[in-house]
Nanobody
């Protein structure tokens, strides 16, 4: 099993930056990709970005690319999401997720095997 714990959420102002962290533990050697998703009230969970656990390949939701950056630190079993120029519409619960199979569904919830509990990000106008 893999355990994931997100941190770094909070209340920020429009235009601010925030960096989320995701700590992975357990069978981290079995992780293929790590992803970030978010879910706003009343909306479906949305893919943001993913990164290969080994290697440098990254994937982004196209319209978020440029403002959001995913990175990882394998030595610490950590994945990060740097968010810049935040807008009120970025308000959501942010989740990290682990994919152990490396399938083609990297942009879909179904492509991930383990999830964190989420961290709330609120962007005030």
């Amino acid at each position: 099993q893999v355990q994931l714990v997100e941190s770094g959420g909070g209340l920020v102002m429009h235009g601010d930056s925030l960096k989320l962290s995701c700590a992975a533990s357990g069978r981290t050697f079995s992780i293929y990709n790590m992803g970030w998703f978010r879910q706003a009230p009343g909306k479906a969970r949305e893919f943001i970005a993913a990164i290969r656990w080994s290697g440098r390949t990254t994937y982004y939701k196209e319209y978020l690319k440029g403002r959001f950056t995913i990175s990882r630190d394998n030595a610490k079993d950590m994945v990060y999401l740097q968010m810049n120029s935040l807008k009120p519409e970025d308000t959501a619960v942010y989740y990290c997720a682990a994919d152990l199979t490396g399938g083609a569904s990297i942009g879909l919830e179904a492509g991930y095997d383990y999830w964190g509990q989420g961290t709330q990000v609120t962007v005030s106008s």
